[in-house]
């Protein structure tokens, strides 16, 4: 067998020949999630006044979600410790945690490990933070000590995404496009 490097661009291009497997999940694409997708303000789910988020997928057969979240308040947004690593890119404005000594900035890259507990902080002079979460998992929400007063996971999310959809007009089913 050849590598990829030794073949012609003509030879790389064609296409797999064989049927996917038949149980398999169909792809999910979403075009323009940096700029139209965020211009939509009926599909961001409301959290709270000021806290929302959009999903882009709501993995219910393998425990996860990735969502856009925004924030337009400043202050403490949530103290809650993973279940699971958490990555995340944030789109616009900065945060951090009060126990940590870095700041997650526009453009940046954070990875959360399992187990964490920690305190989201967005700081007065931001106006609107948006990120991109990868959230394996859930959240369980603790008081400063530690003690457990709400939890969230990718069946909260659907739940949430669900009962707003169909209050706007979409109808409940709308979020089955980001379930898989």
Do not use: C
Request: hydrophobic share 35%; proline share 6%.
């Amino acid at each position: 067998m050849t590598s990829a490097t030794a073949r012609t661009p003509d030879e790389q291009a064609i296409p797999y020949q064989l049927p996917q497997p038949a149980d398999m999940s169909r792809d999910l694409v979403h075009p323009g999630i940096l700029d139209k997708w965020l211009e939509d303000d009926n599909l961001w789910v409301p959290m709270t006044g000021t806290v929302s988020f959009k999903p882009l997928l709501l993995s219910a057969s393998q425990g996860y979600y990735v969502n856009l979240l925004r924030v337009r308040q400043s202050g403490v947004l949530s103290r809650h410790r993973h279940t699971g690593p958490v990555h995340a890119i944030v789109l616009r404005g900065r945060w951090y945690y009060l126990e940590h000594d870095w700041v997650a900035e526009q453009g940046g890259y954070a990875h959360e490990p399992a187990g964490e507990t920690h305190t989201l902080y967005v700081p007065e002079d931001v106006e609107e933070m948006i990120t991109w979460f990868h959230v394996t998992g859930g959240y369980t929400y603790v008081d400063p000590q530690g003690v457990a007063v709400g939890y969230e996971d990718v069946f909260t999310k659907i739940e949430a995404a669900r009962k707003h959809y169909e209050e706007i007009g979409l109808g409940a089913d709308y979020v089955k496009q980001f379930i898989r």
